[in-house]
């Protein structure tokens, strides 16, 4: 399937927000090795239809590469027809407004986002398949991350520190990990450094045909043939009154009223999920909960210091 948009401007302040026709929801990984059972894609269409798998073509694994290169050629494809919304959980950003700075007390940190993926870009320009576990090592920036003994740092300068994004995800009912851990099964940082990595590549690649929100201002993304939100699919089964834990997103009836309250129709009945911890199911709720997000223009406010540190899709402020 190739989509992208329109590039006739919207001059109307009251619906600055387009009109999308596609909806991706992407489980990400950020794990070593090159493909991913973790990695899954759902696409939604405009409407009421249930969300479906998107499956990679020469593999029956997605990589990270491999995803770039299909958001690209969604981009480029002289085919396309539509404007296209992709929510991928991982932080694309860390704190900055708690102490002013990503690194406190480091005179190279980085003043924005872009540099920050930058820098995750350089320090990792060594390591193949978008992985981004130099961040952990490299100093100075290693001892700021709270990362396994292999990386040889003890993390003198970790803190448990939260965006406001976080924080406000925490008193909807939900708590993302802190952006620095990269240990354990709540491990956010790992494929945080490897999805800074991808924002960073793919707006090399595509300049201006992407945005990514709430980076850009609104008149980027409506620019834009493709824009990139952060999501967090915990929070969007929450919100519908939901939780997936043991596994539960395997089994269709919950799978099809969790998609309900998103005013999507549910799945057939031999619905079977993707991925060890039923990923797919996770990407198939976030490409439902991004259509029905992205027409309410107040889900696209921001709060100003969410263009450093970034903000999770759907969650209000």
């Known amino acids: 399937m190739k989509q992208t948009v329109s590039d006739d401007p919207v001059t109307d302040d009251e619906a600055r927000i387009k009109d999308w026709q596609y909806f991706i929801g992407i489980d990400w990984s950020g794990a070593k090795g090159i493909t991913h059972q973790g990695i899954q894609l759902a696409i939604a269409q405009s409407g009421r239809g249930a969300p479906v798998g998107i499956y990679p073509p020469d593999s029956t694994e997605w990589s990270r590469e491999a995803v770039r290169d299909y958001l690209i050629d969604l981009v480029l494809s002289e085919t396309r027809t539509g404007s296209i919304l992709v929510g991928i959980d991982f932080a694309f950003a860390h704190p900055f407004h708690d102490l002013d700075s990503y690194f406190p007390g480091q005179d190279m940190s980085p003043r924005t986002a872009a540099e920050l993926w930058q820098l995750v870009e350089d320090v990792n320009k060594d390591n193949p398949h978008l992985y981004g576990g130099a961040m952990f090592s490299t100093a100075p920036w290693g001892d700021y991350y709270l990362a396994p003994p292999a990386y040889g740092k003890t ?7 939260r965006r406001m994004a976080e924080t ?43 945005a990514m929100w709430p980076f850009d201002d609104l008149d980027v993304v409506t620019a834009a043939s493709l824009t990139l939100v952060e999501i967090f699919p915990s929070y969007h089964f929450h919100r519908a009154g939901f939780d997936p834990a043991n596994k539960a997103a395997r089994d269709a009836r919950f799978m099809s009223d969790a998609l309900a309250a998103y005013d999507s129709d549910g799945v057939p009945p031999d619905y079977a999920p993707r991925g060890r911890d039923a990923d797919e199911a996770d990407a198939m709720i976030a490409a439902a909960a991004l259509r029905f997000f992205a027409p309410d223009h107040s889900y696209w406010q921001r709060p100003e210091h969410a263009k450093r540190e970034g903000w999770i899709f759907g969650v209000s402020f």
Do not use: I, W
């Open 155 to 161: 993390a003198p300068l970790y803190q448990s520190r």
């Open 168 to 210: 406000a995800c925490r008193e909807a009912g939900r708590s993302p990990s802190p952006t620095f851990k990269a240990v354990g099964a709540d491990n956010v940082a790992t494929g945080s450094m490897a999805g800074m990595r991808l924002l960073h590549q793919l707006k090399m690649r595509l300049g201006t045909q992407v």
